[in-house]
């Protein structure tokens, strides 16, 4: 049985806790579950996370 679901772990650059990251691609978002942090995939294999650059979203509390 062939199973094409990929998972990748990363650990959050912010916190240090792991995320899952399914079927990673390089510059997805990805949620850190824990600090709740938005981050972007630099690199796949080792999945590496880097700090998203949201300058162009402004947030209106
Ligand atoms: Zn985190």
Redesign the pocket.
């Given at each position: 049985m062939l199973r094409q679901k990929f998972e990748a772990t990363a650990t959050?650059?912010?916190?240090?806790?792991e995320?899952k990251v399914r079927n990673p691609k390089i510059g997805q978002r990805v949620t850190?579950?824990?600090?709740?942090?938005i981050f972007v995939v630099v690199t796949i294999e080792p999945l590496e996370l880097d700090w998203a650059d949201l300058g162009f979203e402004e947030e209106e509390v």
């Open positions: 959050c650059p912010n916190c240090g806790a995320i850190c579950p824990e600090c709740d942090e």
